[in-house]
């Protein structure tokens, strides 16, 4: 994984993938995924993300103050599957059991998810829950990024040129999802 | 376009769709392209989507309390690249210099994007600007949706079956989109 400039974090989570939300405090650490992300905001980079009140996933983000965002891959759907269909309220081995590993982040402690293609360190932004706390939403700061050099080089995504295995997944329904496809380029717009 | 059931109207968006938003007012009326767009709550459905306070668009939309969200397909590369590079403020002929059409919807009048495979319409929830307002951060309620029937059945998307340019574009940077890709079907969760 290689350091992302803080100004190209959005474009990691720019063309919508599935995440795995993690979290710790305390001792007990937990990934959720989630379908519900996106940037916020590009330099100082923000992201928005739900995460409903019932999870553990939530009580530790809302301990702790910190998150972390990663994207995962075809290679991970199971990963991805078992981690959005479990609780760690009522799997307290739940990493283990969805063959899930993490490292903490240096400043945070925050889990970052191995084998995903970006991991994004955040900290819930201040005074944002009595409005986006009602409607499950988590607003907050990136710290500090880091993405996979064979899919993500001079700041933007570059799936074509890897292995399909790594490609970010898009979740449909039910554990339906779709890979990121092909390159579509628009031509510029003559804005005189 | 055929009516999508409202508990199903948040997998319209679910899978990370680039996505225009389109606005009306007092005879002024504007479509523009926006990234950062999600699902908010199952049912009510909702949505949250980043509008800069700078825009054309968000001056419509705080005007009139609406706004719809439509997902574009790769046939309307070059229109939404043009919706995103080019500001109704400074051209009130946007929309023909664009090559965007669109209709009104019954209840509310916002527009409702021709070609596009999915069309939300939406109302602005009460209540959230003083938080949600300072992070451009726009949170509706979903009253209305449709979608393609090609590409969109039985309640969830099914682009496999359907041609390549009805697919949805994901953005990356300066022009450059993803199609969506490839199913990918993740095994169930044994959840015991």
Known sequence: MQTV????????????????????????????????????????????????????????????????I?????????????????????????LARCKISTQAAAHTGVPLVHGCIAQLECRVLPATTHVAGPHDLIL??????????????????HFENAPPELRSLHHVAGGHFYAIGEPVSALPVANA
């Open 5 to 68: 400039e803080l100004k190209h974090a959005y474009r990691l989570l720019n063309h919508g993938p599935t995440v795995l939300v993690g979290s710790a405090h305390a001792g007990k650490t937990n990934v959720m995924a989630a379908a519900w992300a996106m940037p916020l905001d590009f330099d100082t980079p923000k992201i928005a993300v739900v995460v409903d009140k019932a999870t553990l996933t939530r009580e530790l983000i809302d301990a702790s103050g910190v998150l972390s």
């Open 70 to 94: 990663n994207v995962p891959t075809v290679a991970l759907k199971d990963q991805v599957m078992a981690a959005g269909g479990m609780s760690g309220k009522d799997h307290p081995d739940k």
């Open 140 to 157: 907050a700061e990136v710290i500090a990024a880091w993405a996979d050099e064979r899919v993500f080089t001079a700041g933007r995504w």
